[in-house]
């Protein structure tokens, strides 16, 4: 086998030279003799990762000046509650979409800081499509909701108008197509699945909008206090910081976001069009709600499972296996996942419709 071809829903595929990159900054990195991990991230050399991480990402989403960025701890999981603390008024309340796994999750931490309304919801269909956005009360102060389900393989293809701001949990489709950022309050990611390793997530904050609450907001939740420090409010993840960085750079060289919203539209209509056309496989998700980003679908037939199993196993192909809440296949095609990765497992495909 000379090529692994990693569909992995994350922590997932990352560019090679990357990889490289990264691995020789452990070893000696800066120009003080010293390794990127052994460095204090005071120093003069990391500064200039975190202020460089924080504005390419800037230029990359196009944001406006109102929008400062964080890279900081906890993952998305830790959003869930930090959103809801820094933007949801004493007393207060917000409107959420439940489109998933890791919408519900930020359901149940929001309701920690205030009344919190499900005012859309694809729970009823096992999750496999995007429900309509109604109009919500003004007395919410946003609506928030998941613009890709890693899980499910759904996506919003489209900026939902619920008449309040918004605020997203991008961490599976952040940096793979435009968007429009005027209605955004702010924009959570985890690095892990579109712009680098486990260990940081990525915060786009409109710093207008900030500070309203009129809460107590214990320090680490509060993005006014990281803000106020650069990011560097207490010791940043380094290594994770500077291989977003390394990401990032890779992805602006390549053209940007409209460059590799091109690539990720080839890779995606090519699986689609192979498990549409295939009568052994069927899609998970409703056509007009397929991610780009995930694609899952399941053999019509469970017991062809294992010679299907031995044959993408056998092309190199690594991490397609469903989460484990819904079953059959997901391939993950992150923005470091090449063409030709989809190809080879459009090949087996189309190889094991012949041979079954
Ligand atoms: C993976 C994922 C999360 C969880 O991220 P952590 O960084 O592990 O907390 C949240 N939301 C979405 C959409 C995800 O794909």
Redesign the pocket.
Same mark, same amino acid.
């Given at each position: 086998m000379d090529k692994i071809h990693n569909f992995s829903a994350?922590p997932c595929i990352l560019p090679p030279e990357v990889l490289k990159e990264a691995s020789e900054a452990v070893k000696i990195w800066g120009g003080n003799g010293l390794s990127l991990i052994e460095m204090s991230h005071r120093s003069k050399p990391f500064v200039a990762v975190m202020e460089e991480a924080r504005a390419i990402t800037k230029e990359l989403l196009g944001l406006p000046d109102r929008f400062e960025i964080l890279y900081l701890q906890g %993952?998305?999981?830790l959003g869930f509650l930090t959103a809801a603390y820094n933007f949801i008024p004493e007393g207060g309340s917000a409107a959420y979409s439940d489109t998933g796994t890791?919408a519900a999750k930020a359901v149940k931490e929001a309701k920690h800081l205030g009344h919190i309304e499900v005012v859309a919801s694809s729970k009823a269909s096992g999750y496999n499509a995007i429900p309509h956005t109604p109009s919500v009360a003004t007395k919410h102060s946003y609506f928030h909701y998941?613009t890709?389900?890693?899980i499910y393989g759904t996506q919003y293809k489209h900026i939902p108008e619920p008449g309040v701001p918004l605020i997203a949990?991008m961490?599976?489709d952040i940096m793979s197509k435009k968007f429009d950022s005027t209605p955004f309050q702010l924009i959570y990611a %985890?690095a892990?699945?579109n712009m680098g390793p486990a260990g940081t997530?990525m915060y786009a904050i409109d710093k207008e909008a900030l500070g309203k609450t009129g809460r107590e907001i214990p320090s680490y939740l509060d993005l006014g206090v990281h803000l106020s420090k650069d990011s560097m409010f207490n010791t940043p993840p380094v290594f994770s910081i500077f291989t977003t960085l390394l990401t990032l750079r890779w992805l602006k060289n390549l053209g940007g976001i409209e460059a590799i919203e091109a690539r990720n539209n080839a890779k995606s209509d090519l699986i689609y069009g192979e498990i549409d056309r295939n009568e052994l496989f069927t899609g998970y998700a409703e056509i007009d709600s397929r991610s780009t980003m995930n694609a899952t679908f399941q053999l019509r037939d469970s017991n062809h499972q294992e010679k299907f199993n031995a044959a993408w196993t056998d092309a190199g192909i690594s991490g397609i296996n469903g989460h484990r809440s819904i079953g059959g296949y997901r391939a993950s095609m992150y923005n470091a996942l090449p063409l030709e990765s989809v190809q080879v497992l459009v090949d087996v495909m189309k190889e094991f419709e012949r041979t079954i």
């Open positions: 994350g %993952g998305a999981s890791w998941t890709n389900n890693t949990d961490s599976s %985890g892990q699945k997530v």
